[in-house]
């Protein structure tokens, strides 16, 4: 059993600032032809430099979804976002938005128990426990657990995003998910920098995740703090 509570390893900042307008972009919020603001602009209000900025527009850019044009500006271009290391994360700011980071409370390679649901082809799996973020903003607590026929989970190598981890270290992409939304107790573990405390009934989702197999290959479980943020499904 291994356990850390340092930092997950970040992904480079352009990539945290482009998978937030894909985010955006996915949930609705930057319409198909939307200019946006002058880049100066964007870079003062997300606290980044020019340069960063121009690389995450870039990275919009090489994926077909955004057009720049010389003299005019930067507008919104809708096309595929599934491939985004945040198109299935539901949870956002109650203002709307907020870029998801997690700290990593605990990793663990163990015997799944008995009242988890089955998935999965083996009777271990690796059980990630983490705090997680929107901005600076303290949301949730989870505990991931990932079936160790799919791949070992190494701690140094994870980053905030577990399906870019998977993608980029395991060779598998997570291509849809099963959510179960509604309210439970927070797990005893929770550290004190969750502000509910152990037991406090509060906003809880259960979902079960596939590859391209005909198993889940995880199950993930979240206690996430209802005055600080909401569950957002957007239907187009």
């Known amino acids: 059993m291994s356990s ?9 900042k352009y ?20 200019r946006l603001p002058p880049e100066r602009e964007m870079a003062k209000e997300l606290e980044i430099s ?5 690389k995450s527009l870039k990275e919009l850019t090489n994926k077909g979804l955004l057009e720049r044009v010389q003299g005019s500006g930067n ?11 945040y198109a299935m994360f539901r949870l956002e700011l109650l203002a709307g ?15 799944k128990p008995a009242e988890l649901p089955q998935f999965g082809t083996s009777s271990r799996g690796a059980r990630i426990r983490r705090l997680r973020y929107l901005n600076n903003t303290i949301i949730a607590v989870e505990e991931i657990w990932l079936d160790s026929d799919a791949g070992e989970v190494r ?13 980029k270290q395991l060779g598998f992409w997570i291509s849809r998910a099963e ?30 995740s ?4 005909a198993d889940p290959v995880e199950f993930s479980r979240t206690w996430f703090n209802t005055e600080k943020a909401l569950y957002v499904q957007r239907l187009k």
């Open 15 to 34: 990539v945290q600032i482009s998978e937030l307008l894909i985010r955006d972009i996915a949930a609705g919020r930057l319409l198909d032809g939307e």
């Open 50 to 54: 020019v340069g960063t900025l121009r």
């Open 210 to 213: 596939w590859s391209d197999k």
């Open 155 to 167: 701690p140094e190598a994870i980053s905030d995003s577990l399906y870019h981890y998977y993608m």
């Open 4 to 12: 850390t509570s340092q930092t997950a390893t970040a992904l480079p």
């Open 97 to 111: 938005g907020g870029l998801p980071r997690a700290d990593i409370l605990d990793l663990a390679a163990l015997e």
């Open 75 to 85: 507008y919104i271009r809708h096309g595929n976002v599934e491939a985004s290391v």
């Open 179 to 208: 959510d179960r939304v509604g309210i439970g107790a927070v797990p005893d573990w929770s550290p004190e920098t969750f502000v509910l405390r152990p037991g406090t009934v509060t906003g809880y989702i259960e979902r079960m």
